[in-house]
């Protein structure tokens, strides 16, 4: 009896982590083919000038749509696409894609919509990355300083690598901002010399405005104004948070209080009655 609970125990482990490891090869798998069977989706999310409301532009936020298990959160299926190599087609598909909804925008009236995408360090280590985007921004046409591209402190593991990749980007004409800031190991020396345009503050320490208090975010303010970089807010929820931001002299902002990533259809719909308001 004691042998086949044993073995029973055994078996219970067994299928614990198989359900683990069977979701992720299965998600694996699923993502190889997520481009040509037309799977991915992207979410916009607005800046916003907190203010005076204005929309400064918009985040390109990526999701999965499986046709078995619904809709997948890329803090579970980037790492998964980055560890295969497939954020780089991926990657691709995003950056050309977002630049077309803006260009869409701009010829439908909507208005002119800067666009924001994320890209991972994999990509930054890619030797084609550069000329990948230099072509997608002469394919399209697009004006290149409506692009910004969203990177993580991550790129400090390969400091002058990654300058010289970031300096040939900037010199496209795009915009680089330095995502999640203050998660990471940036020295301030470094930090200083990384050829970038702004700071978007991490969540977490925005959070503490209301939680602790602001003197992480005040902190960052400060350096950011020292270093000469833009400064955005992320992860903004709360009235107060916009207004000890405002108090901080940090304008910009992107949070749920002002609009949760959307749809293009839905977030042309924020975009017109935002600004209705504006000018009514
Ligand atoms: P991120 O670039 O830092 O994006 C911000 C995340 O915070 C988004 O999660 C957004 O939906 C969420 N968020 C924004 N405002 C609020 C708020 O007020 N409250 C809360 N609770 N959350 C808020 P999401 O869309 O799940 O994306 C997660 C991460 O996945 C992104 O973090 C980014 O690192 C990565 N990611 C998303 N799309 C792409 C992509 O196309 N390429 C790459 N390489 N990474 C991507
Ligand atoms: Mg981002
Ligand atoms: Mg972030
Ligand atoms: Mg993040």
């Known amino acids: ?68 298990l619904g809709l997948i959160s890329p803090a579970e299926f980037i790492p998964i696409a980055e560890e295969t190599g497939l954020i780089i087609p991926i990657g691709k598909w995003v950056l050309r894609n977002a630049i077309e909804q803006s260009i869409y ?22 030797e084609d990355f550069v000329v990948d985007v230099k072509e997608i921004l002469e394919a399209t046409s697009f004006v290149p300083s409506c692009l910004e591209l ?8 390969d400091f002058n690598r990654s300058t010289h990749v970031l300096k040939q980007l900037k010199q496209l004409g795009l915009n680089i901002s330095m995502d999640d800031f203050g998660t990471g190991y940036s020295s301030l020396n470094n930090l200083r010399h990384l050829p970038i345009n702004s700071i978007k503050i991490d969540k977490s320490f925005v959070d503490d405005i209301i939680n602790f208090n602001g003197s992480i975010v005040r902190a960052i303010i400060d350096m950011a104004e020292n270093m ?53």
Not at 105 to 126: F, H, Y
Not at 150 to 157: C, L, N, P
Request: glycine letters at 8%; charged letters at 25%; a negative charge.
């Open 105 to 126: 925008w701009e010829n439908t009236g909507i208005g002119t919509i800067p666009v924001a995408v994320n890209i991972s360090v994999r990509q930054i280590k890619d």
């Open 1 to 68: 009896v004691a042998k086949e609970r044993g073995k029973n125990n055994y078996h219970f482990y067994d299928s614990a982590l198989d359900q683990i490891t069977s979701r992720k090869m299965e998600l694996e798998n699923g993502l190889r083919r997520a481009l040509e069977l037309d799977e991915l989706r992207i979410f916009y999310q607005p800046k916003v000038q907190m203010d005076t409301g204005d929309i400064l532009g918009v985040e390109a936020l990526l999701r999965w749509e499986h046709p078995i």
């Open 228 to 280: 000469d970089f833009n400064i955005i807010a992320e992860g903004v929820e709360t009235k107060e948070q916009v207004k000890f931001l405002l108090d901080n002299s940090c304008f910009t902002g992107q949070g749920y209080y002002f609009s949760k990533p959307l749809p293009a259809g839905d977030l042309e719909k924020y975009i017109i009655q935002c600004s209705s308001i504006t000018a009514g």
């Open 150 to 157: 969203e990177i993580t402190e991550s790129i400090m593991q």
